[in-house]
């Protein structure tokens, strides 16, 4: 991508990497970059990547939505949801590795993530309220799936806010680490989804996904049969089965000439 675009994209080795790249306005979300946060995500699922990590520009992760973007006329609300949308939709797994501030609805952002890691100067602080606006694009929905009705209101309605280290001990992210690790710490969770196969790391995030709709254990048990017997029909388990058993051998043989 040009290098004046907002969003700046990079593949290799099966992860793409996306970046907020509008540091100048706090990565905001105009339109403008909310459309190239979904032309991102559509690249890197048609390069055929395996897993998506999140990041920003320093010093915020996103300010929210761009107040210009918002008075505009020219745009309903609901096209300034395109980018965190695209991530909420992907079929790969999305990791956001959050440094510095996430405000009002740059929030959505990692809540629309998979998984999501904290740096220490991390703040989650969604704050439409202090601004006249009331929450939008599913954020209420996700927030309290992730910390629950209580959190939801203290973080919404009551205007707290979390740093990075209490949003790991809440439920909003992962684990919260040192702000010169979370490249790496985000880097590493991604090979090891780029190592393994992309089909059935698919398929288990779509069952993943179905079962937060299940109401019983008999049917996560039907769901979960029906995509197990799939996994164990294709060609890479079986190979896999066979690595393991040829390196159990080798190490038994190994032993066995030790003595």
Known sequence: MPATEPV??????????????D???????????SDALAAAVSRALGAGAAVLVLDAEPPVFCAGGSLEGLL????GLGAMY????ALADAPIPTIAA??????????????????VLAGESARFDPRF??????????????????????????????????????AAAHGLAW??????????????????VAGR????????????????????????????????????EQPDFRERVAAIRDGIAARHAQSGADR
């Open 8 to 21: 700046r994209v990079a593949i290799e080795d099966g992860i793409a990497r996306i970046t907020l790249a």
């Open 23 to 33: 540091p100048a306005h706090r990565n905001a979300l105009s339109k403008a970059l």
């Open 72 to 75: 505009d006329p020219r745009h």
């Open 82 to 85: 395109a980018g965190f949308l």
């Open 98 to 115: 959050v440094c510095g501030p996430a405000v009002g609805a740059g929030v959505n952002l990692p809540l629309a993530c998979d998984v």
């Open 129 to 166: 309220l202090d601004v006249g606006i009331h929450p939008g694009g599913g954020h209420l929905w996700r927030l309290t799936r992730r910390i629950g009705y209580q959190g939801a209101a203290a973080m919404v309605l009551c205007g707290d806010a979390l740093t990075g280290a209490e």
């Open 175 to 192: 684990r919260c680490v040192p702000d010169a690790e979370l490249p790496e710490a985000a880097t590493r969770l991604a090979r090891r």
């Open 197 to 232: 196969s992309a089909e059935l790391v698919r398929r288990t995030k779509q069952t993943l996904r179905a079962s937060e709709g299940l109401r019983d254990a008999a049917q996560a048990v039907a769901l979960e049969l029906e995509a197990q017997q799939w996994s164990v």
